[in-house]
């Protein structure tokens, strides 16, 4: 396995994804620096006073001088256009380390970014938090997780190496596969699912006789991400549109059928439909469910 | 608060809501006998293995005979025919016990069951699992949970007084409504949510690029009790079908809301709409994730 060569990660935006990067970089055998950028002096000073990064600076061009590896963490619709600030920066500087950005959506920010630059690989871990900001930075939120590469044509493949060699060292798996084929998966794993937590939420909240209040383990599971940070939800919604209808579309077929066996008191259709969603579930309990963090130490 | 009289509590059906009855009383103060009757012998003697039971016996009356209060947990569509024929034998043996059951649904259980028992209490403890069956029983189930109690106007006060003070012992907290507030309230909180789950996760099973494998916490979440007994669900969809109807109907409404917005990029819209799901939510944190079990041992 190659090994991760980066001396100075530099973390453009720093939140809970990217400081969790940071914390895992620093349990794991990686002993570089943690450098940061950020439009908030206040999250860079709080990143700062928790240990997640060992400096910072309010000035781009200063932490981009030094970055063997730079990360780009910000919400999908920012995350283009500060891809592309990066790269022209670098362009001033006359360097080019490897670039990564975080973001749930490729299609949208590469298309935002428009740049070849050649040694940017697309990412994005999927895991996270209905919280978000730096101090809920965890070490542990990659581990037994996966992380999407999405290498572009033009991607130097060593830059790739060197983006799998830093997530290998957080204890999550990592697959390669192409930008549309992600974008759909995520709609499907993860868009669609969030819409369907803010529905469910919404109805809950019109309802007079305040079902939340009588909310078992069900509700408790169903609705915990519709506490997920709104305006970033609005941004994946948008960024994402065509793939995430598709995948609604998908969800609202199923509803409709059901409730069509509901209607009618098809009670072998149901036990039958209930019994699929149970072995689909069951099948991927490993991957749903991966074992405690304490339990995991061996993967890193 | 009333004291629990009690000395031997008839369980009728030993599974996991039940068994975990029977732990969270043996960990209390209250040091009676346990006992059950129910169909499979594999059960009961699992049961009295794990030490949930004392005893248990495969003659109904023979259990009835020696109980002061009688727990029928069974599937919500069988609770009302069991119920009958525990009052039935109940007056063959010129007994009264307080006599109360665990379904999750309350109007079909109460007509099933035909009867003007003075000392019924309908009950339903509002906490399960995906998982099923006595070895699964856990004596914290209850803590921090609701139990809501439904008495008929024929039902002794005292009676319900009895069961309160059952439930008490468990570190639930007891609620009393009406059957058929009950029936909606419950179709609102859990039975569409299910409906929800097992619809989203169907779409995933259908979808040829596996969502599921690249899952993250959204999807642990949000298909968790699509795990549930698939024959317990056929029950209740068809048990609580119009008021699984009505709250269905609900949420597809909030469904073609929110898919109006994310199609027309309504940013502002999208942002509200989130932003009021995040505030409902955050306001029932504290009844949706109750401290962990170690943390409430006061309240036994």
Same mark, same amino acid.
């Given at each position: 396995?190659?090994?991760?060569?980066?001396?100075?990660?530099?973390?453009?935006?720093?939140?809970?994804?990217?400081?969790?990067?940071?914390?895992?970089?620093?349990?794991?055998? =990686?002993?570089?620096?943690?450098?940061? =950028?950020?439009?908030?002096?206040?999250?860079?000073?709080?990143?700062?006073?928790?240990?997640?990064?060992?400096?910072?600076?309010?000035?781009?061009?200063?932490?981009?001088?030094?970055?063997?590896?730079?990360?780009?963490?910000?919400?999908?619709?920012?995350?283009?256009?500060?891809?592309?600030?990066?790269?022209?920066?670098?362009?001033?500087?006359?360097?080019?380390?490897?670039?990564?950005?975080? +973001?749930?959506?490729?299609?949208?920010?590469?298309?935002?970014?428009?740049?070849?630059?050649?040694?940017?690989?697309?990412?994005?871990?999927?895991?996270?938090?209905?919280?978000?900001?730096?101090?809920?930075?965890?070490?542990?939120?990659?581990?037994?997780?996966?992380?999407?590469?999405?290498?572009?044509?033009?991607?130097?493949?060593?830059?790739?190496?060197?983006?799998?060699?830093? =997530?290998?060292?957080?204890?999550?798996?990592?697959?390669?596969?192409?930008?549309?084929?992600?974008?759909?998966?995520?709609?499907?794993?993860?868009?669609?699912?969030?819409?369907?937590?803010?529905?469910?939420?919404?109805?809950?909240?019109?309802?007079?006789?305040?079902?939340?209040?009588?909310?078992?383990?069900?509700?408790?599971?169903?609705?915990?991400? +519709?506490?997920?940070?709104?305006?970033?939800?609005?941004?994946?919604?948008?960024?994402?549109?065509?793939?995430?209808?598709?995948?609604?579309?998908?969800?609202?077929?199923?509803?409709?059928?059901?409730?069509?066996?509901?209607?009618?008191?098809?009670? +072998?259709?149901?036990?039958?439909?209930?019994?699929?969603?149970? +072995?689909?579930?069951?099948?991927?309990?490993?991957?749903?469910?991966?074992?405690?963090?304490?339990?995991?130490?061996?993967?890193?």
């Amino acid at each position: 396995m190659t090994q991760f060569q980066s001396r100075t990660v530099a973390l453009i935006g720093l939140g809970l994804i990217s400081g969790s990067l940071a914390l895992a970089l620093r349990a794991s055998s =990686w002993n570089g620096t943690l450098t940061a =950028w950020g439009p908030r002096e206040a999250s860079l000073k709080r990143g700062l006073e928790l240990g997640v990064i060992d400096h910072y600076s309010l000035e781009l061009s200063e932490v981009l001088a030094a970055a063997d590896m730079v990360v780009v963490g910000a919400p999908p619709a920012a995350t283009g256009e500060i891809l592309k600030s990066v790269v022209g920066e670098l362009s001033r500087l006359n360097r080019s380390p490897v670039v990564t950005d975080l +973001a749930s959506i490729k299609a949208h920010v590469i298309d935002s970014m428009a740049s070849d630059y050649a040694n940017f690989v697309p990412g994005h871990p999927i895991a996270g938090s209905e919280h978000s900001g730096v101090a809920f930075a965890d070490s542990a939120l990659f581990r037994g997780r996966e992380v999407v590469l999405t290498p572009l044509p033009h991607t130097e493949s060593n830059a790739t190496e060197q983006v799998r060699a830093m =997530w290998d060292l957080t204890g999550a798996y990592i697959r390669q596969m192409g930008v549309e084929e992600h974008d759909a998966l995520l709609a499907a794993s993860s868009h669609m699912p969030h819409i369907v937590a803010y529905a469910l939420t919404r109805a809950l909240e019109r309802n007079a006789a305040e079902p939340m209040v009588h909310g078992g383990g069900a509700l408790r599971d169903m609705t915990r991400i +519709a506490g997920s940070d709104p305006l970033m939800w609005t941004d994946i919604s948008v960024a994402n549109q065509t793939a995430l209808l598709t995948a609604i579309d998908g969800f609202q077929d199923e509803m409709i059928a059901l409730r069509g066996l509901i209607s009618s008191a098809d009670a +072998a259709a149901l036990s039958d439909y209930f019994a699929i969603c149970r +072995a689909h579930r069951r099948a991927h309990d490993d991957i749903l469910n991966p074992l405690p963090a304490g339990d995991s130490e061996e993967k890193l």
